[in-house]
């Protein structure tokens, strides 16, 4: 197959999976097959045709001694991340094959009673913690210390800490738990603080998880024409806010010229080289460093302990393995390789092929759940997995892309852990329900009613 062939053949695979995602939401109510397949269409080929079309440059890590990227090396990885995301898909839709439907009443009023002022103290107390935060990073790397080896991970990643405050918030408007003008203040304006602590060029990733997230959470339930309304208005405001975070990286850009500069990222894929990031990562492995076998997956484990208890802790990502990047080059270099890249580490097209079908399953099986249980924590389960989904997916250093997620998601899985009873409530097939909720209750222990 000549190389235009191939191309145009990978590029309508593509857009198929696209198109067979928006019949997925329609049947199913599901948008996480259309979540990924569109952000996959994007950082692959409508990147690799932007590089083609001399719309802009491949990225160029020649003086660290890596290759140019060309042509040929672009569409062998296209390939490998359409069959992953091929396999990754089908394994997901065979394993989730459950309808969603997100009824009027989402939970018990107790429950809800419960949730909404522990929600709001946990926005308030996370917000001043992420200043605090914040402020603490810039003196010490002001100080002359290295952000990546000598400033505490803890600091730097507490403000993702609101990204699961953002989305309890999200669900709890949608329960329709926020019933005086007072509270809805307080939520908007927990909100716009929120927006402000996480729009920032190396969080634009975090900030467009969740804000799809929300936009996922605020639009279940409703018609198939207001769904897609609420999506396409959410889904607009989150890739203008990311182009603009991007844009930002930039600090030479005048500021009356930020908006062209946010449009020309945007439209030429500046910020979606995961594609080039793929195509760097295969002359590393297997020629410079053995593939994993597993070991990227196994770091996730280590990732939490802080280097001051373990100053010779593993590096993560083959930059710093190979020594380009240390604690005295003063550099944060690194191009994201794309989940697949990361899969490809761990054990080449053998280790994609596998791992996407681990995925696939764990992702559907994920989403499957989230429809048993209370339809507010099914609600919060795949606003999760929403949020989670884009950074997973720009891949690299998959460590410290679940060290993300423990920052991220922790207020969520504490209020889950608290009345772990009430909120994991199953929901048996064909039981009578009173307004979205098991018409059967259960006392739990502390005399309050549950849902059974």
Not at 46 to 67: C, Y
Request: proline share 5%; aromatic share 12%.
């Amino acid at each position: 197959m000549s190389f235009f062939a191939l191309l145009i053949t990978l590029s309508v695979c593509q857009i198929a999976w696209i198109v067979l995602g928006v019949l997925w939401v329609v049947r199913k109510h599901d948008e996480i097959p259309l979540l990924i397949s569109t952000l996959l269409f994007y950082v692959f080929t409508f990147r690799f045709w932007a590089l083609l079309l001399g719309w802009t440059s491949p990225a160029d890590l020649t003086n660290f001694g890596f290759d140019p990227i060309d042509a040929k090396s672009a569409l062998d990885v296209q390939a490998i991340a359409i069959l992953a995301e091929t396999v990754l898909l089908f394994i997901y839709m065979l394993v989730q094959r459950r309808r969603i439907n997100v009824s009027d009443k989402l939970a018990s009023p107790e429950l809800l009673s419960w949730l909404k002022p522990r929600v709001f103290a946990l926005g308030v107390i996370c917000i001043l913690i992420s200043l605090l935060a914040r402020r603490s990073v810039v003196v010490q790397v002001a100080s002359g210390k290295s952000m990546g080896f000598e400033v505490s991970s803890y600091l730097i990643l507490f403000p993702l800490s609101l990204v699961g405050v953002a989305i309890l918030i999200a669900a709890l408007w949608k329960s329709r738990a926020f019933q005086t003008d007072g509270e809805r203040l307080v939520a908007a304006l927990l909100f716009v603080a929120i927006i402000y602590l996480t729009f920032q060029p190396s969080m634009r990733f975090q900030l467009l998880g969740w804000f799809v997230a929300v936009t996922i959470i605020l639009s279940s339930g409703q018609s198939v024409v207001r769904r897609a309304q609420v999506l396409a208005i959410g889904l607009v405001g989150a890739v203008g806010l990311f182009a603009v975070a991007g844009a930002l990286r930039n600090t030479e850009t005048p500021t009356g010229e930020l908006e062209q500069s946010a449009w020309e990222r945007f439209a030429f894929a500046e910020d979606a080289n995961m594609l080039d990031g793929f195509a760097l990562l295969r002359q590393v492995y297997p020629k410079l460093l053995d593939y994993s076998y597993g070991g990227e997956h196994l770091e996730i484990l280590e990732r939490p302990i802080p280097r001051a208890w373990w100053p010779d802790k593993p590096v993560g990502g083959y930059m710093n393995k190979l020594g380009i990047i240390t604690a005295d080059t003063g550099i944060t270099l690194g191009i994201s390789p794309s989940l697949f890249g990361s899969f490809y580490q761990e054990g080449g097209l053998v280790g994609v092929v596998i791992l996407s079908i681990i995925y696939g399953f764990a992702f559907g099986r994920l989403v499957s759940f989230s429809t048993h249980i209370v339809p507010l924590t099914g609600l919060l389960v795949r606003g999760i997995l929403a949020a989670a989904v884009i950074p997973l997916l720009r891949g690299g250093d998959l460590p410290g892309i679940y060290a993300w997620f423990g920052m991220s998601f922790w207020p969520c899985l504490l209020l889950f852990w608290l009345r772990r009873r009430e909120f994991f409530a199953r929901i048996p097939p064909r039981q009578p329900f009173a307004g979205g909720v098991p018409v059967q209750m259960e006392r739990s222990r502390s005399g309050e009613h549950s849902l059974v």
